[in-house]
């Protein structure tokens, strides 16, 4: 029998769509029933694809961290985001598939509450990122999806490198395949992502006596995939990393030109690596000059083709049947029920789990701290944060409410990993902790704080918010970590 697999892509930017087709579409070759998800700016290549694809909630953090401001952050993405794990969970309920492979972090945090294994795919590592904000985003989901996901692959044009987190299955770049094998339409192909216009670069371009096809261009007719016109120009000119995949797939040189925090990131990384096939040129001038002496390309084979296999071969071997995963999940809860009792030693187990438990919460706090107490003297914050405090000047400014969803989120993700409650609100106070013990490095006057300060901040910040998210968790339900039938594989 034939396995239905659900895969899901990000909404930001058509990247994520056919980084995801590619993995759908060789999922389809070898048998799998497929069946797509995610919605925003890659609906139109899902379609051209001919996939009906399920919608659910569109969220962009992009449009609203980096294009707007905190406050929008929290008055429109975080809302947006808790409506699209419901959908999602409502939409896996519905089609109740064998798998779901996604690179979309809210597909991730509704796996485990519908019940389905769960494959993640992600390479935008806490590692890439130099804004705190940013890499304390990234470093909570990575972590997040690592914890839940059977297998977590990491596709990567670049060597192995510090930024590599332990756990991941490397594998090569995903492309989009077609059944044209080359197009030969131009000298120079310019793919700018949804962040990015490329118009003056290929005008440009065209006036040194380059023929340029211009993808972003309104004459452009989208197709189904790129890949076979970028195998037959010369050079590529982009921004993200799904064409950079491509143009690694397809031995094409590639001049990066990148826009959001995000493709930076990428850029630096492929830089400070010496990656073959590529150069970085971070103004459009550079660009042009770039285009002239194009890097050696270098081919790699297609990481698509990797997953697919892989996923199939792990649920032949260990997947549950639909009956079996509801007769693990009313198990599960009659567990669950169970635990909750008043006898000493169970109000002991429920507060503060085992010692093992207890000394990762402390570890994972400590580095948090660490994390945060860098990060805030490196820009010297510790004023503008204290200043943000209710407790400070009777007002809620947007970097307490940035750090107060930080900390809810940390108490939650610990709830929905089966932690016990001090375990999990120790961990959320890891970067209140950073933030307050950075005041002794402040030449201050008045107010003089107590050599307790931190842990007094700690109680009050990270103890009220991590205890919120921690019960919101818990009213979400547990994560079936210890009822999967098959541990993640080793790191390749």
């Not at 993808?215 to 076979?228: D, H, K």
Request: with cysteine; net charge negative.
């Amino acid at each position: 029998m034939q396995p239905t697999i659900a895969v899901a892509h990000y909404p930001e930017g058509a990247g994520h769509a056919t980084r995801m087709l590619a993995v759908g579409s060789e999922l389809e070759k070898r048998g799998a029933d497929v069946l797509m998800a995610g919605g925003g700016n890659g609906s139109e290549f899902v379609k051209l694809n001919g996939y009906d694809e399920f919608e659910p909630a569109t969220v962009n953090y992009i449009d609203t961290y980096q294009g707007g401001s905190m406050s929008h952050v929290l008055t429109e993405s975080v809302p947006a985001s808790a409506r699209r794990v419901a959908d999602y969970v409502d939409w896996l309920h519905r089609i109740d598939p064998d798998a779901l492979v996604t690179d979309d972090m809210f597909a991730a945090m509704a796996a485990p509450k519908a019940g389905v294994p769960l494959y993640v795919v992600k390479h935008d590592m806490p590692g890439l990122y130099r804004d705190p904000l940013e890499r304390a985003g990234a470093f909570f989901h990575t972590k997040f999806q690592l914890i839940t996901a059977r297998e977590f692959f990491y596709p990567v044009v670049c060597p192995a490198s510090e930024i590599d987190p332990t756990g991941v299955t490397r594998v090569p770049p995903i492309a989009l395949d077609s059944e044209k094998d080359t197009v030969d339409t131009a000298d120079i192909v310019c793919v700018p992502s949804h962040y990015s216009d490329f118009d003056r670069i290929a005008a440009q371009l065209e006036r040194q006596g380059y023929d340029v096809l211009n993808v972003g261009s309104e004459n452009w007719e989208a197709v189904p995939s790129l890949l076979p016109y970028i195998r037959g120009a010369d050079v590529v000119v982009c921004s993200g990393y799904s064409t950079i995949m491509d143009a690694a797939v397809a031995g094409t040189p590639c001049v990066i030109h990148p826009e959001t925090t995000e493709q930076q990131a990428v850029a630096e990384w492929i830089c400070r690596n010496g990656v073959a096939g590529f150069t970085v040129a971070n103004d459009a001038i550079d660009v042009l000059t770039a285009v002239q002496s194009p890097p050696e390309p270098s081919t790699y084979a297609n990481g698509g083709r990797e997953i697919a296999t892989t996923v199939l071969e792990d649920l032949r071997e260990a997947q549950p049947t639909t009956a079996d995963r509801a007769v693990t999940g009313s198990d599960t809860d009659r567990e669950q029920s169970a635990l909750w009792t008043d006898s000493p030693e169970s109000i002991s187990a429920q507060l503060l789990g085992g010692s093992k438990e207890l000394l990762g919460a402390a570890t994972g706090a400590v580095g948090l701290a660490a994390l945060i107490a860098q990060q805030v003297t490196a820009h010297s914050g510790y004023a503008a944060i204290e200043q943000s405090l209710p407790t400070y000047a009777g007002t809620v400014g947007e970097l307490f409410l940035l750090g107060s969803v930080l900390v809810f989120l940390l108490g939650l993700a610990g709830a929905r990993a089966n932690a016990s409650v001090v375990p999990s609100v120790l961990l959320a106070s890891g970067p209140v902790v950073g933030w307050a013990v950075t005041h002794w490095t402040v030449p201050m006057t008045e107010p003089r704080y107590a050599v307790t300060f931190p842990l007094e901040m700690a109680l009050l910040y990270g103890g009220t918010f991590g205890i919120l998210g921690y019960l919101v968790g818990c009213s979400l339900g547990q994560l079936p970590g210890t009822d999967r039938t098959k541990p993640r594989r080793s790191e390749h």
